[in-house]
C-alpha cells in the first residue's frame, strides 16, 4: 500500500470556519447601515441639514480619509486592543465595534432634541460631523475583519464563491437603504439614522454566533 493512500484528503472548508449564513446576516444588516452613513449622508445633509455643495465636499473628504486611516491601521488597532484587554477575541473586538457604531447613531437624536431648533430651522451640524468622523474609521475596521472570518478556512471554488455571495450581500444592502431612506430624508433624518443604530446593535447580538477567531486561511 503507498504512503499517498493515508493522506487525508485536502477540505475546502475546514469545519471551524464561521458559517457563511451568519456572516451573510450580519453583514447585510451592517451595511445597511454603513450604506446610509458612509453613502447616503450627503443626500441627509443637503435636504435634512442644509448643506451646501462644498460642505458636503469637505464631509466626503473627511469621511475617506478617515475611512482609510481605519482600514489601513485594522490590524495594528487590534492588536493595541488586545494587549489593553489580554484574552479579548476578534469576535470581541467585532462586537465592540458594532456596538460603538449603534451609539453612534444616537448622537444626531439627541442633539436635535437638545437644540430644539425653531420650526423651518435646520438642526445643529456638528452631530453631523462627529459621526463621520468616528463611524467611518470604525467601519475601516470592522469589514477587514468581516472580510477574514468569510475568507478564513475555505480555499478554492468555496472561497471564490463565498467572497462573490459576500459582495452581493453588501452592496445590495447599500441599494436597498438608499431605496429605504428616500421618503425619509428631508422630515426624519435624525430617526433614520438612530434607526440604524438599532440594526448595529441587533448585528453585535448576531456576532455571539461567530467563533471567537477567524479560522486559518
Known amino acids: 500500500m503507498s504512503a499517498t493512500s493515508h493522506t487525508p484528503p485536502i477540505l475546502t472548508t475546514n469545519p471551524a470556519a464561521t458559517g457563511l449564513p451568519i456572516l451573510f446576516l450580519v453583514t447585510f444588516i451592517n451595511s445597511l447601515g454603513t450604506g ?30 478617515t475611512y482609510i486611516i481605519g482600514a489601513l491601521g485594522a490590524g ?4 493595541i486592543l488586545r494587549r489593553l484587554i489580554p484574552g479579548v ?3 470581541g473586538v467585532l462586537m465592540g ?5 449603534a451609539a453612534l447613531c ?37 469589514w477587514p475583519m468581516m472580510e477574514s472570518y468569510v475568507s478564513g478556512g475555505r480555499r478554492g471554488e468555496t472561497l471564490r464563491t463565498g467572497m462573490g455571495l459576500w459582495n ?12 429605504g431612506m428616500s421618503p425619509l430624508v428631508e422630515r426624519w433624518a435624525p430617526e433614520t439614522i438612530l434607526a ?3 440594526l448595529h446593535l441587533a448585528a453585535a447580538g448576531l456576532v455571539l454566533k461567530f467563533a471567537k477567531e477567524p479560522a486559518p486561511h
Open 168 to 179: 452581493v450581500v453588501w452592496s445590495s444592502a447599500v441599494v436597498l437603504s438608499y431605496w
Open 106 to 142: 444616537l448622537i444626531p437624536f439627541a442633539a436635535l432634541r437638545a437644540a430644539q431648533p425653531t420650526e423651518g430651522a435646520f438642526p445643529p451640524a456638528w452631530p453631523i460631523w462627529a459621526l463621520v468622523v468616528v463611524y467611518s474609521p470604525l467601519t475601516g475596521i470592522m
Open 89 to 91: 477575541s476578534s469576535r
Open 196 to 198: 440604524l443604530g438599532a
Open 76 to 79: 495594528r488597532a487590534v492588536s
Open 36 to 65: 446610509v452613513v458612509t453613502n447616503g449622508i450627503f443626500f441627509l445633509t443637503k435636504n435634512a441639514y442644509g448643506f451646501k455643495q462644498s460642505q458636503n465636499f469637505m464631509l466626503a473628504v473627511a469621511l475617506g480619509i
Open 97 to 101: 465595534i458594532m456596538l460603538l457604531l
